[in-house]
């Protein structure tokens, strides 16, 4: 991939370069406490995981900037179509750990009555967040699909779209390119390039210059963000948020960040991406540097990080023991919660299978090996 210099707001003493983001001290520091609450929602289901209590979970460790600074462009009553990889979106539009929790137990009390897999969240509000799904780029002309829709009804609503650099590989990401260029849908795809898709460089992905250049065949304008500058990628958004509500169409937004953890719980990155590549993304670390501009603005202090993660990590170990508490959804909803009536074939296969579990009891979380 040939380098191309990405869009940069916060400099390395904290200045932005003349940028007024347009948000209130009271904003910028829920900010900043979202990215915090992501790490510590990361750190939580680490433990949770590896002590066998939830079956999976997706690091965000160096990512957050990236997923607060596009959530700050975005309205309540936009659409999401988010990625897996995308907590803070969700954290910071006021979406409580306690109902992210209860998904990753797949309980009762979650949303989706344990249905989907874990971090597939679907919330109705206070954003329209919807299902994410696992097989890579479905998503993409879903998204499309509502933006051209809420076009056609003449409202001012935008589809946001949140995909990683292995996404643009896709079927979905090509499809919903074209019908959303040719169509000009208000829809912002955000490219999450993280570099990696599991094990597979960038190099292995592509032979483009670029991820952004990819919107250029489909009359899709192109941006390169650095993704680890929340207040760059804030920009970057909001200015395609804003052309989309004006009728000017789509924007590809390519935001250049890391993962500074494994794919999923289920893997070790230290297999296959080099320590130094670590040690070079730690150091560009998105939270100490948003903590520098508030520094600058005289928003922060050494003490308030220590006094925010501990406030954080009482909430989140909270909503942790509130979810485990609640239990599994009863068999009997695998039918109950699909025909109001339920026909007679599915009546007898449903008693064998309830049977057959009254005897052997259910299996829980962390019995089976989740495949990725
Ligand atoms: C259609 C499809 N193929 C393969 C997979 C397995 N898979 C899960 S995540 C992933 C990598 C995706 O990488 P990327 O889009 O860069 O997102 P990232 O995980 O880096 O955020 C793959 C191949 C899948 N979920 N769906
Ligand atoms: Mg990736």
Same mark, same amino acid.
């Given at each position: 991939m040939k380098a191309t210099e990405p869009l940069q707001v916060i400099d390395s003493k904290g200045g932005a370069n003349g940028y007024d983001p347009g948000l209130s001290e009271e904003e910028l520091l829920h900010c900043y406490r979202t990215m915090l609450k992501v790490r510590v929602f990361d750190e939580t289901c680490l433990k949770l995981q590896r002590s066998g209590r939830i079956g999976f979970s997706i690091p965000n460790e160096g990512i957050e900037a990236t997923q607060v600074g596009a959530a700050t462009a975005m309205r309540k009553t936009d659409w999401l179509f988010a990625s897996y990889r995308d907590f803070g979106m969700a954290l910071y539009h006021g979406i409580q750990p306690v109902d992210m929790m209860h998904n990753m137990f797949g309980n009762a009390a979650d949303n989706s #009555?344990? #249905?989907?897999? =874990? %971090? @597939?969240f679907t919330f109705l509000e206070p954003i329209r967040f919807v299902s994410i799904s696992s097989p890579i780029g479905t @998503?993409?002309?879903h998204a499309v699909g509502a933006a051209f829709a809420a076009k056609r009804r003449g409202e001012d609503t935008v589809a946001f779209v949140s995909f990683g650099d292995g996404g643009t590989s896709s079927l979905g990401f090509h499809s919903a390119m074209n019908f959303a260029g040719v169509?000009?849908? =208000?829809? %912002?795809f955000l490219c999450q390039n993280n570099g990696w898709a599991i094990s597979c460089p960038s190099e292995d992905q592509t032979a483009s210059e670029s991820y952004a250049i990819k919107g250029k065949a489909y009359g899709v304008p192109g941006v390169i963000v650095d993704g680890n500058d929340l207040l760059a990628v804030r920009k970057a958004v909001l200015e395609?948020?804003?052309r989309a509500r004006a009728g000017g169409g789509p924007t590809l937004i390519e935001c250049k960040t890391f993962r500074m953890g494994g794919h999923s719980t289920s893997d070790d990155?230290?297999?296959?991406? =080099?320590k130094e590549v670590f040690d070079a993304w730690r150091k560009k670390d998105p939270i100490l540097r948003f903590e520098k501009y508030l520094k600058a603005c005289g928003l922060w202090k050494k003490a308030d990080r220590a006094r925010i993660e501990g406030e954080l990590r009482e909430e989140i170990s909270e909503a942790a023991r509130t979810a485990e508490a609640v239990g599994p959804p009863p068999l009997e909803t695998i039918f109950s919660d699909v025909y109001a009536e339920l026909p007679k074939h599915l009546r007898a296969q449903g008693q064998a299978a309830f049977d057959l579990a009254r005897r052997k009891g259910d299996a829980m979380a962390g019995d089976?090996?989740?495949p990725l």
């Open positions: #009555r344990g #249905r989907q897999m =874990p %971090v @597939h @998503h993409l002309p169509w000009k849908a =208000p829809v %912002v395609a948020a804003e990155p230290t297999k296959y991406i =080099p089976g090996e989740f």
